[in-house]
């Protein structure tokens, strides 16, 4: 029970002087045909998840089981997010370490914590390169690695059945340079160029209820690697291959700044009818130079109403897989850095 103070008293009759003066004047104004009445303006929200949801967006984070026991990780991630992704535990590696034996241990102890805390999950991710046991790249025959591919989306999504806001269908595909071209990996090598649009339609037939992304860093601003996921997204569009999304992952340092044409790029693929999401946020930086960053990161996002969301790659600077680099909104204590509040403000703007 809040006791009445004589402080919490005075403020309180203060509040009620001021709200008696402020509707006398706005009633005054508004007979006087000068300003519309309307109703008291919203209270700003005061945390990511909160602020986001009143502009029709979500805020997330990555969650990782290694972390969960630490009580101020889960307190934190609790409080300020309303969605979460499993920074490992929903990959090829974790799930079907070996051939047709599945793992969803990881997966669920991240599901279950994020969906009790009333926050949404994003899967991540299907087929990738990346975190891929020797078995699968061991694998010689395209169709072979084609039944195989179905085989671990067909599992792995039906696990989650209806349960999973958007899954990361495809990670990284394309190179980065100024070839545009795809990236070598077991399944670009053994199946060819068919094998994205392949799991994008497996995946549909596995889970509608599921948005469907393509997901990739670097291709943030329009470069011959965006352009490439661009052309691909235009053509299953054309196609009728079911994607509904681009991730951008807006992993941000120096060397590869938050672009200036962000917003518009985000937009062009808005435009082939996909939404868009940034879904692994990290800035390098300090201070006031990378709270700017994330604010013009959220801003973009906020400009662009098929922006569904942002998350970002983990809670605390001391977990971050570039923890050198600071680059997330809580430091290693936990404290709220000043890009927390730039991002605050911003969504609240
Ligand atoms: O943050 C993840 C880290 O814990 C893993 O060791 C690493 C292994 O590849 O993957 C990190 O997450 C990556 C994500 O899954 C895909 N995009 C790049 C992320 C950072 O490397």
């Excluded at 997010?81 to 034996?101: H, I, L, S």
């Excluded at 025959?141 to 999504?157: A, F, K, R």
């Excluded at 393509?214 to 943030?220: A, E, G, L, V």
Aim: glycine letters at 10%; a neutral charge.
């Amino acid at each position: 029970m809040t006791e009445l103070t004589p402080e919490r008293s005075r403020r309180g009759s203060w509040r009620g002087l001021r709200r008696t003066l402020v509707l006398g004047l706005a009633g005054s104004l508004a007979s006087a045909g000068l300003v519309a009445l309307t109703g008291p303006s919203a209270h700003a929200a005061d945390t990511l998840g909160a602020a986001a949801a009143a502009k029709g967006k979500y805020f997330g984070t990555a969650l990782s089981t290694s972390h969960l026991g630490e009580s101020q990780y889960a307190a934190t991630a609790d409080a300020e997010f309303n969605m979460v992704t499993p920074e490992n535990e929903m990959k090829w590696d974790a799930t079907e370490p070996n051939r047709g034996q599945f793992n969803f241990s990881g997966g669920d102890t991240i599901f279950n914590h994020a969906t009790s805390h009333g926050m949404k999950v994003r899967g991540h991710t299907l087929v990738w390169h990346s975190q891929l046991p020797g078995w699968v790249s061991g694998i010689s025959s395209g169709s072979e690695l084609t039944q195989v591919m179905d085989n671990h989306i067909t599992n792995v999504m039906s696990h989650y059945k209806g349960k999973i806001y958007a899954w990361d269908v495809v990670n990284e595909a394309f190179q980065d340079g100024s070839s545009g071209a795809r990236r070598s990996s077991p399944f670009q090598d053994k199946i060819g160029n068919s094998f994205i649009e392949h799991a994008f339609q497996t995946a549909r037939s596995v889970d509608s209820s599921a948005k469907l992304c393509y997901n990739d860093y670097n291709i943030d601003g329009v470069n011959a690697k965006s352009n490439a996921v661009y052309n691909m997204v235009k053509d299953f569009k054309s196609r009728g291959v079911p994607i509904d999304c681009v991730g951008f992952q807006g992993h941000f340092n120096s060397q590869s700044p938050v672009p200036s044409d962000f917003q518009s790029n985000l937009q062009r693929f808005v435009d082939l009818g996909v939404s868009v999401q940034i879904t692994e946020l990290d800035i390098a930086g300090s201070g006031t130079s990378q709270a700017d960053n994330y604010a013009k990161v959220v801003n973009a996002c906020l400009a662009i109403s098929k922006c569904d969301g942002i998350t970002v790659w983990g809670v605390t600077d001391k977990y971050s897989w570039r923890s050198g680099d600071t680059p997330l909104l809580f430091d290693g204590n936990y404290q709220k850095k000043q890009a927390y509040t730039s991002v605050l403000n911003a969504l609240n703007g």
